[in-house]
């Protein structure tokens, strides 16, 4: 049984304000976990049902863990249905965007945006499509937001996210910056070359026009039907693809 004082520690982790000020976030799901586990980031604790705990890899000896009843995890999850297991897991320090990685491969770049499924969704197709940076402006949802965290499905434990000032650092960059856009060249007729930068701008109002000054190659995603736009996780897989199929040419 987890004493008060635990129960509250790990509640207020459900809040940004403290997730920085201590430097953890939560993870859910024994796939989610184990990953996590595998991965450079540090786990600080584990709770979990008793019926999980034969389902962990052996763990460093510096991972406390705890044996939580059904009471307990319904008060420190953050879902409606917990998952039987919950860990606590250092944030990294963020680390300088060393730019020579970005050289000969595609990024994203994400301008703004805010619904913590959608960080979630890009995060898990970057990770599917072999894309490793993901770089977010200072006022892209935090990718350590419970629902993001849950929406990677592990994914976030491969794919390195950073938040900069992209109006700085895409100059910086010296790479090709693809922007998609409603009036740019269609998907099917740009040329990707080999390397390069594809923003993808906030769920309403697009990438800012601070930003749009600075794509070289504007890009749009053709529009058949009557849907007025596109979901910017869907637009994010689409053009992962694209990118994709030209590279394997």
Sequence with gaps: MLSKSQISFIKSLHQKKYRKENGMFIIEGIKSIVEFIDSPYQIHSIFYLPQYQSLLPTLAANIKLFEVNNADLD????LQ????????????????????????????VLDGVQDPGNLGTIIRTADWFGFKQLICSQHTVEAYNPKTVQATMGSLS?????YTDLEAFLPSAQLP???????????YETNWAEEGLVILGNEGQGISEELLKLITDPVTIPKVGGAESLNVAIS???LCADINRNLQK
Aim: aromatic share 4%.
């Design 75 to 78: 008060k420190i999850s953050t």
């Design 81 to 108: 249905s917990p998952q039987g297991i919950l860990a606590l897991v250092h944030i990294p320090e963020n680390p300088v965007l060393d730019l020579k990685k970005l050289k000969g491969k595609f990024s994203l």
């Design 158 to 162: 491969r794919v390195n996210v950073h």
């Design 177 to 187: 910056v693809f922007g998609a856009v409603l009036n740019g060249k269609s998907l």
């Design 236 to 238: 994010a897989a689409i």
